[in-house]
C-alpha cells in the first residue's frame, strides 16, 4: 500500500512565526502536492512539484513556499505566519502520467493565533 | 478553465436508502474524474476513477457512477446507505489527461447517515 505521511497530525503556532509541515512518501512517486482544505472550498493547491528541486505554483501559493530536495520528501513553508492560514493542510503523491491517481496523507491542523 | 459544482453541500439519508451525490464539471478537454472519500480526522481516499473506458464507473464500498458527457455530470450513486457511509465526498476532475496531475476538486458534499 502506498504510504504518505504527514509529520504532525496537529500544530499550533503564534502569528509571525516559521512554520514548517513535512511529508513523507514511501512508493518512489514522481510528483507530490500541498492543499489545504477549507469548508466549503474543497482542496485548493498551493504548490505541487514532479521532480526534485522542481516546483510549480498553484492556485494560491501567496504566503507560502515549498522545498523538495529529495524525491520522498516535500516541505511545506509558511515564512511568517497569519491567522488566516489556519487550516487543515494535506500532502499528496502520484506516480507521474496522465490521470494518475493521487494518495493522501491523512492532514495537519494548523492554528495560526 | 475547468471547475467542479457539487450541487449539495449535505445529504442526509436514511440507513438502507438510496444515495445521491451530485457532480457536474465544466473542461475544455476529455477530461479524468474521480470521487473521493474524507472520513473524519483521515485523508481523502480514492472511490473510483473514470477514464472514458466505460460510462458507468464501480467503485469501492457498492459505490458507482455514471458519466454523461452531455449533461457535464458525474453523480455518484449507492442502492442502500450503511453508517459507515457518513462521510464528505469531493467530486474532482483532471483535464489534463495528457498531462500532468493537476486536479481541482468540487466543495465537498458531507453525508450523514441516520439509523
Known amino acids: 500500500d502506498v504510504k504518505v505521511t504527514q509529520s504532525s497530525r496537529y500544530l499550533v503556532k503564534r502569528t509571525g512565526e516559521k512554520v514548517f509541515l513535512e511529508c513523507v512518501q514511501d512508493?518512489?512517486?514522481?510528483?507530490m502536492f500541498w492543499y489545504r482544505q477549507d469548508p466549503g472550498l474543497g482542496l485548493r493547491l498551493i504548490y505541487f512539484s514532479y521532480d526534485v528541486k522542481m516546483k510549480e505554483k498553484g492556485d494560491i501559493p501567496e504566503g507560502y513556499s515549498v522545498s523538495r530536495e529529495k524525491k520522498e520528501r516535500f516541505s511545506l513553508i509558511l515564512e511568517s505566519a497569519s491567522t488566516n492560514q489556519t487550516s487543515m493542510y494535506l500532502c499528496?503523491?502520484?506516480?507521474?502520467?496522465?490521470?494518475?491517481?493521487?494518495?493522501f496523507g491523512a492532514g495537519t491542523r494548523l492554528s495560526v493565533l | 478553465a475547468q471547475s467542479v459544482t457539487q450541487l449539495d453541500s449535505h445529504v442526509s439519508v436514511s440507513e438502507g436508502t438510496p444515495v445521491l451525490l451530485r457532480c457536474n464539471y465544466s473542461?475544455?478537454?476529455?477530461?479524468?474524474l474521480f470521487w473521493y472519500v474524507q472520513h473524519p480526522n483521515k485523508g481523502l481516499q480514492l472511490l473510483l476513477k473514470?477514464?472514458?473506458?466505460?460510462?458507468l464507473v464501480k467503485g469501492i464500498n457498492g459505490f458507482e457512477a455514471e458519466f454523461k458527457k452531455s449533461e457535464t455530470s458525474f453523480h455518484l450513486t449507492k442502492p442502500s446507505a450503511h453508517m459507515s457511509d457518513a462521510a464528505e465526498y469531493f467530486c474532482?476532475?483532471?483535464?489534463?489527461?495528457?498531462?500532468?496531475?493537476?486536479?481541482?476538486f468540487g466543495g465537498g458534499t458531507r453525508v450523514l447517515v441516520k439509523p
Open positions: 474532482v476532475v483532471n483535464p489534463y489527461k495528457a498531462a500532468g496531475n493537476k486536479l481541482t
Open positions: 473542461s475544455s478537454y476529455s477530461p479524468s
Open positions: 512508493m518512489d512517486h514522481e510528483n
Open positions: 499528496a503523491s502520484a506516480k507521474a502520467g496522465a490521470g494518475d491517481i493521487q494518495y
Open positions: 473514470y477514464t472514458s473506458a466505460a460510462t
